[in-house]
């Protein structure tokens, strides 16, 4: 099915006429990812200048754009009944309400689909300078469906964002859950209060610089593969974008990488980002690095590459990093001289290697993640494009609120991190936990055991099937790092079922949460 084009014309009118002059009302600035946001909350800080006065006011439910719009930047305002916005700044009010579905319009306008409409119309020289008129803006025609189609739409793609969020946050659990084994095996490793034997990381390793990129590079007749500072992050690496360099073969010889190589950032404009690093994969022959990359080849009798890489991301190697750089033009910068000094506990190399067993278990777990994540992306991608061309069959997706009532008992997840609910769990350990790895039947009651436990726990916070799996997954993997299993599908039934019973038995009872708009469970205490 498809729909009849509607221009913006015939939906939207300018608005932000009205100035903060003195009120105090909240500051709200536009993110690329997060749409509108309350600089409060996302900065922890207030970013605006000292006089807002001539700030606009967007009321509830009016459209902010911002800049580059082809980026997205751009938001709905539904959390006040008014805030401001920099009056840089375009705000637009719904013509009619009730013809409007906020959330998928706000999707449309974020979409791949209209930023390339947005680009293709913006004018100006400078790339991040372009702008859009306003009678160009008002001109664009839109998929317009009518409304309880753009409910489901909107709700068709806010559950795959909700799974694509959860993956998110599973991985993050997973990283948070090394740095933990990590503190937990070698306690603070710059302040060394288990008394390790402590030596320069360049009395123990080969340390070098890599190769300056210059434009006389491109005459070279031989090049290679080369790594710079955007691939490289704290304790992973980012491939997807490989450039390559003219080099001789001196060069290719001196600074081919080996698997195994730890790679530090040695400058950046945050000074948090300087002294990064991750270990070498090897998955690229004959590749090589820039001189903003500082490469450590430890020596593997004294130092495994994966705790050195550990221990200058923690914290404190962080800040040993941080004291040793140097801000020159707004840049930060560390040396190899400075990676040579810097000091290393060095605990039994049998020690360090337990922990590399461990980090390699987490990463396979954290590999499957990712993929099911990226899976997840190119889904809501091919979803949304089929959903704004009319070509979905919208009579197989629910209304919110209305379908089977097992989906409405369960489905209504409150997408909130662990972090954001101030809940941390706390599953324990039993004599059926390794039968469990191997036995549905065993898992099954461990799940129920560990369920009741987590009901008990909660409090206030509402109950969440996904946090309790990521939860359940992560002190699986951390109570058994040798067993590369993973909570799937019928865990998932089996924890289902036991919802459905604790609402019968009155141990869980729903409820509405009136700012979120959603129906949420909650433990009963007794």
Same mark, same amino acid.
């Given at each position: 099915?498809?729909?009849?084009?509607?221009?913006?014309?015939?939906? *939207?009118?300018?608005? !932000?006429?009205?100035?903060?002059?003195?009120?105090?009302?909240? @500051?709200?600035?536009?993110?690329?990812?997060?749409?509108?946001?309350?600089?409060?909350?996302?900065?922890?800080?207030?970013?605006?200048?000292?006089?807002?006065?001539?700030?606009?006011?967007?009321?509830?439910?009016?459209?902010?754009?911002?800049?580059?719009?082809?980026?997205?930047?751009?938001?709905?305002?539904?959390?006040?009944?008014?805030?401001?916005?920099?009056?840089?700044?375009?705000?637009?009010?719904?013509?009619?309400?009730?013809?409007?579905?906020?959330?998928?319009?706000?999707?449309?306008?974020?979409?791949?689909?209209?930023?390339?409409?947005?680009?293709?119309? +913006?004018? !100006?020289?400078?790339?991040?300078?372009?702008?859009?008129?306003?009678?160009?803006?008002?001109?664009?025609?839109?998929?317009? &469906?009518?409304?309880?189609?753009?409910?489901?739409?909107?709700?068709?793609?806010?559950?795959?964002? !909700?799974?694509?969020?959860?993956?998110?946050?599973?991985?993050?659990?997973?990283?948070?859950?090394?740095?933990?084994?990590?503190?937990?095996?070698?306690?603070?490793?710059? =302040?060394?209060?288990?008394?390790?034997?402590?030596?320069?990381? %360049?009395?123990?390793?080969?340390?070098? !610089?890599?190769?300056?990129?210059?434009?006389?590079?491109?005459?070279?007749? +031989?090049?290679?593969?080369?790594?710079?500072?955007?691939?490289?992050?704290?304790?992973?690496?980012?491939?997807?974008?490989?450039?390559?360099?003219?080099?001789? &073969?001196?060069?290719?010889?001196?600074?081919?990488?080996?698997?195994?190589?730890?790679?530090?950032?040695?400058?950046?404009?945050?000074?948090?980002?300087?002294?990064?690093?991750?270990?070498?994969?090897?998955?690229?022959?004959?590749? @090589?690095?820039?001189?903003?990359?500082?490469?450590?080849?430890?020596?593997?009798?004294?130092? #495994?590459?994966?705790?050195?890489?550990?221990?200058?991301?923690?914290?404190? %190697? =962080?800040?040993?990093?941080?004291?040793? %750089?140097?801000?020159?033009?707004?840049?930060?910068?560390?040396?190899?001289?400075?990676?040579?000094? #810097? +000091?290393?506990?060095? $605990?039994?190399?049998?020690?360090?290697?337990?922990?590399?067993?461990?980090?390699?278990?987490?990463?396979?777990?954290?590999?499957?993640?990712?993929?099911?994540?990226?899976?997840?992306?190119?889904?809501?991608?091919? *979803?949304?494009?089929?959903?704004?061309?009319?070509?979905?069959?919208?009579?197989?997706? &629910?209304?919110?609120?209305?379908?089977?009532?097992?989906?409405?008992?369960?489905?209504?997840? $409150?997408?909130?991190?662990?972090?954001?609910? %101030?809940?941390?769990?706390?599953?324990?350990?039993?004599?059926?936990?390794?039968?469990?790895?191997?036995?549905?039947?065993?898992?099954?009651?461990?799940?129920?055991?560990?369920?009741?436990?987590?009901?008990?726990?909660?409090?206030?916070?509402?109950?969440?099937?996904?946090?309790? +799996?990521?939860?359940?997954?992560?002190? *699986?993997?951390?109570?058994? &790092?040798?067993?590369?299993?993973?909570?799937?599908?019928?865990?998932?039934?089996?924890?289902?079922?036991?919802?459905?019973?604790?609402?019968?038995?009155? #141990?869980?009872?729903?409820?509405?949460?009136?700012?979120?708009?959603?129906?949420?469970?909650?433990?009963?205490?007794?």
């Amino acid at each position: 099915m498809s729909w009849a084009p509607k221009p913006l014309s015939e939906i *939207l009118d300018q608005s !932000g006429r009205h100035r903060a002059g003195d009120q105090d009302l909240p @500051v709200l600035s536009i993110t690329m990812k997060h749409g509108l946001v309350d600089q409060a909350e996302k900065f922890k800080k207030r970013v605006a200048s000292s006089d807002t006065s001539n700030y606009r006011i967007a009321y509830k439910n009016e459209l902010v754009v911002g800049f580059p719009i082809d980026e997205g930047v751009l938001g709905f305002q539904t959390k006040y009944p008014a805030g401001i916005v920099s009056p840089a700044y375009d705000v637009w009010r719904l013509k009619e309400e009730t013809d409007c579905h906020i959330p998928y319009l706000e999707r449309y306008l974020r979409s791949s689909q209209a930023r390339s409409l947005y680009a293709l119309r +913006m004018q !100006g020289a400078v790339a991040r300078r372009r702008s859009l008129t306003k009678t160009d803006f008002l001109n664009l025609e839109i998929p317009f &469906p009518p409304i309880y189609d753009q409910v489901r739409i909107a709700h068709l793609l806010g559950k795959v964002e !909700g799974l694509i969020a959860q993956r998110k946050q599973h991985l993050q659990q997973l990283d948070d859950l090394l740095k933990s084994v990590f503190l937990d095996m070698f306690g603070d490793p710059v =302040r060394n209060g288990r008394g390790w034997e402590t030596h320069s990381l %360049g009395s123990i390793s080969d340390v070098q !610089g890599g190769l300056q990129v210059t434009s006389k590079r491109n005459d070279y007749e +031989m090049d290679a593969p080369y790594l710079r500072v955007a691939n490289v992050y704290r304790d992973r690496l980012n491939l997807n974008e490989i450039k390559r360099i003219g080099l001789t &073969p001196a060069e290719l010889s001196r600074v081919r990488l080996r698997k195994g190589d730890l790679l530090i950032v040695e400058g950046h404009g945050n000074p948090e980002e300087i002294g990064r690093s991750a270990v070498w994969d090897g998955s690229i022959e004959n590749c @090589v690095h820039q001189n903003h990359l500082i490469r450590v080849r430890v020596d593997s009798s004294q130092l #495994t590459p994966l705790y050195a890489s550990f221990f200058i991301n923690s914290p404190s %190697g =962080r800040q040993q990093m941080f004291r040793a %750089g140097k801000t020159t033009s707004g840049l930060n910068t560390i040396s190899s001289k400075n990676v040579k000094e #810097t +000091m290393v506990a060095v $605990p039994p190399i049998g020690f360090q290697n337990q922990f590399a067993a461990i980090v390699e278990k987490v990463e396979g777990i954290k590999s499957r993640c990712q993929q099911s994540l990226t899976d997840l992306e190119a889904l809501y991608g091919a *979803l949304s494009q089929q959903a704004f061309k009319g070509e979905l069959d919208l009579s197989r997706v &629910p209304m919110p609120g209305v379908g089977l009532e097992e989906d409405k008992a369960v489905a209504p997840e $409150p997408l909130h991190t662990p972090a954001e609910q %101030g809940l941390a769990i706390n599953l324990p350990n039993t004599d059926s936990l390794l039968a469990a790895l191997e036995s549905t039947e065993v898992r099954e009651g461990l799940m129920a055991q560990w369920l009741e436990t987590y009901r008990g726990q909660l409090g206030s916070t509402p109950f969440s099937v996904q946090h309790f +799996m990521a939860a359940a997954q992560t002190r *699986l993997a951390e109570l058994y &790092p040798d067993n590369d299993f993973a909570l799937g599908a019928n865990d998932y039934e089996h924890i289902k079922a036991w919802v459905f019973d604790a609402l019968a038995a009155g #141990t869980l009872a729903q409820a509405f949460d009136d700012a979120g708009n959603r129906i949420e469970l909650k433990a009963v205490q007794a």
